[in-house]
């Protein structure tokens, strides 16, 4: 049994309308179907799935999945993994004959404007249209109707490093942080010492994006730089009229000198 008299309705009809003709639906062992070797979704939102599942023991699957003639699913990964959570034995599916282009082109298309997708996902999946499609950035922001700096953005995560990649698996550092450090970062062999300072720092995307143009242009870390200097001059001059006024000890003037001579000597 699949689940919900509506999709047992569906199934009785056999066929499910596609845009140019009709096709047939098939209702196989979930046990037969596999996860293809091209699917882009490797990561699952286990909270999505719980829900699906409480939802397909009510009204069962109400949308096919579509799988190739290995029985590889092309769309609808989410969907087995919450019939399997939901104890289904049977699932419909359309069968189609497809290649390695038209799998991951669907499942792009189904997934460009959602959330399911990580970043780096979706990186791979833009790299392997490139490959595939024999398209150049802009050619394929046009196809996918994104813009030109969004592509160039996303695929700049795949250059990230061995070690900025485990920081990722392990919740240190956002996948849209790495991504904006390697999109904007001109000297790619800092990626190292940037990602630990905002790490460290906890810095968020606007910080970050503000330090990294600051190594790419010293003249914009001097300008900076600057600026921090003279608000710093005016603090300490509003503090010396205040302290005159408290009649500091010996001991904090002391302090106040020590910490000057040492902000003389980083120069």
Known sequence: MVGGSIIQE??????????????????????KIKYSQNRIRRRINREDINMMAKNLKTFGILQ???????NEVVLGTRRLEAAKLADLKFIPV??????????????????????????????????????????NKSSLARYLGLSK????????????????????????????MVATVLYRLKDKTKEKIIIEKIIN????????ERLISEINDSKILKK???TQLKGFKTSLRKFKEKSDLNELDNITKKEI???????????
């Open 201 to 208: 720092e906890k810095l968020n995307i606007s910080q970050a």
């Open 64 to 70: 096919p999945l579509e799988i190739n003639d290995k």
């Open 149 to 176: 700096n969004l592509i160039c953005r996303t695929l700049s995560i795949l250059n990230a490093d061995k070690e900025t990649l485990e920081l990722i698996k392990k919740g240190k550092i956002s996948e849209r």
């Open 257 to 267: 000198k020590n910490e000057l001579e040492e902000l003389r000597g980083l120069f």
């Open 94 to 135: 359309i069968r189609r004959n497809s290649n390695e282009l038209y799998e991951v082109e669907k499942q792009i298309v189904s997934d460009v404007h959602s959330k399911h997708l990580t970043l780096l996902e979706r990186a791979e999946a833009f790299k392997k249209l490139i490959i595939l499609k024999d398209l």
């Open 224 to 226: 900076h730089f600057l």
């Open 10 to 31: 569906r199934l009785k009809c056999d066929v499910f309308l596609n845009d140019d003709n009709c096709e047939k639906v098939e209702l196989i062992s979930i046990e």
